[in-house]
Structure formats: structure tokens, C-alpha cells
């Protein structure tokens, strides 16, 4: 088990495109977060999947964010028409089921880091 | 609102000394409080969680503590090392509808100079 993967780590693109980031979590983990973090800042909480479930989604995820974890497993960030706010690194984290011995600790990816220009 | 605030802002020590770091937070109800170590440019690495009921956790030279009453956790790292040269995050969890969503601090920004 390599932990949670993200791919690509690094995204470079012109204002108004529209970028996928792509998020694997560890195996078996039925719960997946994504955040944005930008400089000098915490990571904000965006959305969660239990499952392929979307159980909740934060104000900052505004109509051009979709995110979606079709079979349960990975998971697609969309951001359409990006800006150049939208610059951050967008980290994806999974956590195994609730009741198990390791349940109440998250895992993070390395991010994904995007530069909207 | 739930937050979680951390100070200081920034730290700079020099190697081999003792530091501590700070967390308050208004987050309710509780469920767990976790410190991160997040080094620049990489996703954040989980140092101790606490649940309501423990007071001290240990982790090598990183010892985390937590008073539920006061709503303050402190992070104390002993004997610093260049190495420890990272972001310090404290994470605060909440059940909201079944679901544990994790509140986060700024972090504590530590450097450690030779």
C-alpha cells in the first residue's frame, strides 16, 4: 500500500480552462476528504465521499467545483473555468471505516498543486 | 462557528532547544483533536489524535496535550532537530450528521536554525 496517490502534482494553466485532479485512496478506505490549502494557510475543507456518497459539501465549493467518486474508489476534483483564486494545492486524504482501530485517522496525499496564469 | 486558532504564528529556535505550541479551539461537539507536521510543499503527516477522555499523548520527542474543559491543546517538542523544520497543524473533529468533519488551524510555522 503506497498511501493516498494524487496525480498530476503539478497543473500550470491559462485562466478560463479546465483542470481534473485525480485522487486514490488507500485501500479499503470507505471515507475520502478533499481540501484546498493556499500559502501560509491551514487546508479548507471542501467536500467528503463516504463511499461513492458525496455526504457533504463546503460554501467554498462554488458551481464550477465538482467532485465525484463514482465506484467508491478514486475520486475526480473538476474545477471548470478556473480563475486565478482557484490557484492553491488541492490535498486529497481517505480515512478507514468508522469502528476500526485506525478509524479516526486521516491520511493525506501529497496535493495537487495548481497555478492558474 | 467552529474554529481552531493557533499561536504563535511563527516560531524560530535553535537546534537542540524545547518549544511549545499552542491550540484553542470552539468546536462542538468534540470528537478527536489531532497535531499534523506538514513540510512545505507535501500533505500533512499525523503526529498523535486525542480523543475527549486523554489528556497526554506521546510521539518520540513530540508530546501533545489536551484540556476538554479549557478547549486548549499544546503540542511540546523536545530537544529540537533541523528536521523539524515544518508546519504544525492542530485538526479539531466534530460529528455533524453522521459525518467527522475535521476543523483546521493555520498552523504554527517552525524553524529550527544549527
Known amino acids: 500500500d503506497t498511501g493516498v496517490s494524487q496525480n498530476p502534482r503539478h497543473k500550470i494553466t491559462k485562466r478560463g480552462q479546465n483542470v481534473t485532479f485525480r485522487c486514490d485512496p488507500i485501500s479499503e478506505h470507505n471515507r475520502l476528504y478533499w481540501y484546498r490549502q493556499t500559502l501560509g494557510q491551514g487546508p479548507e475543507f471542501l467536500t467528503y465521499f463516504q463511499n461513492e456518497a458525496q455526504l457533504e459539501k463546503s460554501r467554498l465549493l462554488s458551481d464550477r467545483f465538482s467532485a465525484e467518486r463514482p465506484k467508491g474508489s478514486f475520486s475526480t476534483l473538476e474545477i471548470q473555468r478556473t480563475e486565478q483564486g482557484d490557484s492553491a494545492m488541492y490535498l486529497c486524504?481517505?480515512?478507514?471505516?468508522?469502528?476500526?482501530?485506525?478509524?479516526?485517522?486521516?491520511?493525506f496525499g501529497e496535493g495537487s498543486w495548481l497555478t492558474v496564469v | 462557528k467552529n474554529q481552531v486558532e493557533q499561536s504563535p504564528q511563527s516560531l524560530i529556535i535553535l537546534e537542540g532547544k524545547n518549544c511549545t505550541l499552542q491550540?484553542?479551539?470552539?468546536?462542538?461537539?468534540?470528537?478527536?483533536l489531532r497535531w499534523y507536521k506538514q513540510d512545505t510543499g507535501r500533505g500533512p503527516v499525523s503526529l498523535t489524535i486525542m480523543t475527549f477522555s486523554e489528556n497526554t499523548k506521546s510521539n518520540g520527542r513530540y508530546t501533545a496535550t489536551l484540556d476538554a474543559d479549557t478547549k486548549q491543546s499544546s503540542l511540546h517538542i523536545t530537544a529540537s532537530q533541523l528536521s523539524d523544520s515544518a508546519s504544525y497543524i492542530c485538526?479539531?473533529?466534530?460529528?455533524?450528521?453522521?459525518?467527522?468533519?475535521?476543523?483546521f488551524g493555520r498552523g504554527t510555522s517552525l524553524i529550527v536554525h544549527p
Open positions: 486524504a481517505s480515512r478507514p471505516p468508522s469502528g476500526t482501530v485506525a478509524g479516526n485517522t486521516i491520511y
Open positions: 485538526v479539531v473533529s466534530s460529528m455533524t450528521g453522521g459525518s467527522y468533519i475535521p476543523t
Open positions: 491550540c484553542n479551539y470552539t468546536v462542538s461537539p468534540f470528537s478527536n
